[in-house]
């Protein structure tokens, strides 16, 4: 049978790497590339500018790849649960096909549109293709518990195997006989929207460092691949948080809008790898792609990861509640320049170091503010444009203290941090000019410059620029105790980690960190992880790639001509567990 396929783009914005829509091609007459512009797409809080940019520049990218098959992308607008079984009748589809995500928002969108295909007589294909893994299967393969440990997650996935090898890109000779209706009309209905008419001003202004999209992806992964040396070498937490530019990949914003296929981006680093000496896991490239996939398992097998309550890994703090606090740290008015530098970043450019994350993610959690990881979670979903669901809220609760990583006590010092790596502060001079003429001695403390310094400069500190908010050496001890308190009224937690277990951002140095309140700390370069409950099992949807027993395609469900029973075992699909 001749299939009429839609494709249902939603991550995974390319064309290499993308077996979902490879199986849309298999026996196809009429393919219908499809973008569902849904209502707060890429998500349902606020979006900045710089992420609204980021995606429709990954979605020309992919119209253009598209016509040179040939093809063309549809840009429907509206909510998936509606306009899709619209097209299903419009275009008289047959096949919908789409690549896996295992976010819960996206999972009960998902279960609502296969119950409306299935009610359509839509034959539904799903592949995983955004993750190196099935996390599913990583939780079965740990005795249906989440991995609580890097060195775990190793372990299991090592005893599945590689990731499995991208699949190539559709050819010419894959599209003939397939073609994609498309009419002046079209571009009317279906053209991809500019900024202006969605609504959106550009605030950020200057040099776009983020183009969006494939080509650009691919491009970026070829420069670093060609960089041997780094590629191998590579530590993360040898990276430096304020660099004039970065000192790492900067790959992460296409790699989570699926613009670059992270099973890609593993295998050519396995081919740089290949015979040469080079760093491992958990601080090396691919350690960093493995963190990733730590976060996703975490994700998928906590229930309520992006919040404190009811997540049964996350410690319970009576944080405040202080809307002045969230604002200044928000808009940059601390009063720490170091740290007000990172946040003018984050606006103006949607990308910030892992390590400066650090930074900021402390300082307004359990070093200085005392403000819940879930209100800065929000804003770093708002403006990251990586801002991935699941490795945002785990880097939250790293950082806070709340999960998986314990070592309360160690707190980034907003002033000595950033001298480590940039004594001039040149990178404050960059993003806060108003300060560029301190002299380096009171660069990352105005506050501290006599007011002749102050007057030379241009800036005075309380008029120009505000006064530190916090006095941090006072406020930070406190809340250590304040975290103290909140550990020792919870019930012990079988899923703490050991405090040697391995951190992203740390090697096996453990010199003194004199960005860090206490000296107990070393190198505080640890990435955002997350942590999981030992006990949890696993309550998610079934493995995306299994299907129907009835259907022959492992990463199909039948949905043909269902009546209530298929209609049952669809939905039955989500949320009963199936193994790969």
């Known amino acids: 049978m001749a299939h009429i396929s839609l494709h249902w783009f939603r991550k995974g914005l390319r064309l290499h790497d ?16 499809v973008f569902v512009l849904e209502p707060g797409t890429p998500s349902k809080v606020p979006v900045s500018d710089n992420r609204w940019r980021f995606l429709l520049g990954a979605l020309r990218d992919l119209d253009s790849s598209l016509r040179k098959l040939n093809s063309r992308l549809y840009v429907v607008r509206g909510e998936a649960e509606k306009v899709l079984p619209k097209l299903f009748e419009e275009w008289k589809v047959t096949r919908l096909t789409y690549e896996y995500n295992t976010d819960p928002h996206n999972l009960s969108r998902d279960g609502k549109v296969i119950e409306l295909a299935a009610e359509h007589g839509v034959h ?31 372990t299991v996935v090592k005893s599945i195997g590689p990731p499995q090898r991208p699949v190539a890109s559709p ?21 991809i929207p500019t900024l202006e008419e969605l609504g959106v001003e550009l605030h950020s202004g200057g040099e776009e460092l983020f183009p969006g999209g494939e080509t650009e992806a691919l491009r970026r992964l070829d420069h670093h691949m060609e960089r041997t040396s780094w590629v191998c070498g590579f530590e993360k937490p040898q990276t430096s948080p304020n660099s004039m530019s970065p000192s790492t990949t900067t790959l992460s914003p296409y790699v989570s809008l699926g613009c ?13 790898y290949k015979g040469r000496k080079h760093s491992q896991p958990p601080v090396s490239l691919h350690g960093q792609l493995l ?18 309550k009811g997540n049964t890994v996350c410690t319970q703090v009576d944080w405040d509640s202080n809307p002045e606090y969230l604002a200044a740290w928000t808009e940059a008015r601390t009063g720490f320049p170091f740290i007000d530098a990172i946040m003018t970043q984050l606006r103006q450019e949607g990308w910030i170091h892992h390590l400066a994350r650090h930074a900021v993610a402390c300082f307004l959690t359990r070093g200085d503010l005392w403000i819940s990881w879930e209100e800065g979670m929000r804003v770093f979903e708002e403006l990251l444009l990586d801002g991935d669901w699941a490795l945002n809220a785990g880097n939250w609760l790293w950082l806070s203290a709340s999960a998986f990583f314990h070592q309360y006590y160690r707190v980034y010092s907003p002033v000595a941090f950033g001298k480590k790596t940039d004594k001039n502060g040149d990178y404050i001079k960059k993003y806060l000019p108003l300060l560029k003429k301190f002299p380096a001695q009171y660069i990352y403390e105005p506050w501290k410059a006599p007011q002749s310094v102050q007057q030379q400069a241009g800036c005075i500190v309380g008029k120009d620029y505000p006064r530190p908010i916090v006095e941090h050496e006072v406020i930070s001890k406190l809340n250590i105790q304040r975290m103290k308190a909140a550990y020792a009224k919870r019930s012990p937690d079988p899923g703490q980690t050991n405090k040697r277990s391995p951190d992203p951002g740390q090697t096996n140095k453990r010199s003194p960190d004199p960005g860090q309140t206490n000296k107990r700390s070393s190198d505080p370069g640890q990435t955002n992880k997350r942590s999981s409950d030992p006990g949890q099992t696993n309550k998610r949807s079934p493995d995306p790639g299994q299907t129907n027993k009835s259907s022959p395609d492992p990463g199909q469900t039948n949905g043909r001509k269902s009546g209530g029973k298929r209609k049952a075992s669809v939905l039955d699909m989500l949320t009963k567990k199936k193994r790969l």
């Open 124 to 154: 539904v294909v799903y592949k995983i293709s955004h993750t190196l893994y099935n996390t599913d299967r990583i939780i079965e393969e740990n005795n249906g518990k989440v991995p609580l440990t890097f060195n775990r997650l190793q």
């Open 260 to 272: 670059l296929s992270v099973r890609t981006f593993w295998w050519r680093l396995t081919d740089v």
């Open 291 to 308: 963190w990733r996939e730590f976060f996703y398992t975490a994700g998928a097998g906590v229930p309520n990861f992006s919040r404190m």
């Open 18 to 33: 993308n077996p979902a829509l490879t199986a849309a091609l298999r026996d196809c007459k009429e393919i219908y590339p």
């Open 171 to 191: 050819r010419a000779e894959d599209m003939r006989g397939v073609k994609t209706p498309w009419s002046e009309k079209c571009d009317k209905v279906y053209g």
